[in-house]
């Protein structure tokens, strides 16, 4: 049972940090949009 938490709890942590990562590189694309915009 104990391990059966601690994976689901790893694995929030994980989903997470990807969300997170998936939203730091879409910001990134859109800089990168405006950047080659003012140009």
């Known amino acids: 049972m104990l391990g059966f938490v601690i994976g689901i709890f790893i694995g929030e942590i994980i989903g997470v940090f990807t969300m997170c990562l ?3 590189t879409s910001e990134a694309d859109k ?3 405006s950047t080659d915009s003012e140009e």
Do not use: P, V
Request: overall charge neutral.
């Open 31 to 33: 800089c990168m949009d």
């Open 22 to 24: 998936c939203r730091a």
